[in-house]
């Protein structure tokens, strides 16, 4: 089958394939036959497996709570898991607690000091990221790990701590399917270039900024 005779099909299912309520029982079946057999076509067709390079940038909530569905979703099958935290530190998060279970499949490191404007010492900062960084290239080249979690190390870029040209060199000494997952605003163009997935999360309401409620346990930590 082509896939110009794929896309029609598809496009007969609607968005998402989708479809509107239908009367006719027999109808819908040959419909769901149809769209049984375009996503069977395309499975079929994709068997490639390799490395991730996963970015989760943008304004909105939610980079980091996706990375660590990654992490929850490695260890759930038996695989070994690196997080770096960048930035960030200063308090232990609930997500790092409820992972202690997994012990030595997990190893976790928050190197930074909180934000920028608590610390209000540049040079320090950046020292943490270099050191943050060099923890992640042990990380990112050793087989073991089937995920590596650079939370926050976007941010790191923005404020200039690290140099792009550092952490794409970092990504190439990745084993070959070693997933790696980089978080926080401002991911630099380059990066996304380099990257086989990229979400990018919308800011449409936040609380903290419409209402006053502060960072609640659960939510923001």
């Not at 569905?69 to 998060?93: D, E, M, N, S, Y």
């Amino acid at each position: 089958m082509s896939d110009t005779t794929l896309d029609q099909i598809a496009q007969e299912l609607g968005p998402g394939g989708d479809l509107a309520p239908e009367r006719d029982q027999e109808a819908y079946r040959r419909r769901m036959a149809r769209r049984k057999e375009v996503q069977q076509q395309r499975v079929g067709e994709r068997s490639l497996e390799k490395g991730l390079v996963l970015v989760f940038t943008g304004n909105g909530k939610g980079k980091t709570t996706a990375a660590l569905g990654l992490v929850l979703r490695t260890l759930g099958h038996g695989g070994q898991v690196a997080v770096v935290q960048f930035i960030k530190g200063g308090w232990h998060p609930g997500e790092a607690r409820a992972l202690e279970v997994f012990g030595e499949a997990l190893h976790w490191h928050a190197l930074g000091e909180g934000f920028t404007w608590e610390t209000q010492d540049r040079e320090r900062d950046r020292a943490l990221v270099q050191l943050a960084w060099e923890r992640s290239c042990a990380y990112l080249a050793d087989a073991s790990r089937q995920l590596v979690v650079l939370d926050e190390v976007n941010v790191a870029l923005k404020l200039g701590y690290l140099e792009l040209e550092q952490v794409l060199e970092g990504l190439s000494l990745r084993p070959p399917l070693t997933h790696v997952a980089l978080t926080g605003r401002g991911a630099p163009a380059g990066l996304l270039e380099r990257a086989d997935l990229v979400t990018e999360m919308t800011l449409v309401r936040h609380p903290f900024r419409e209402q006053g409620v502060k960072a609640q346990a659960g939510i923001e930590y």
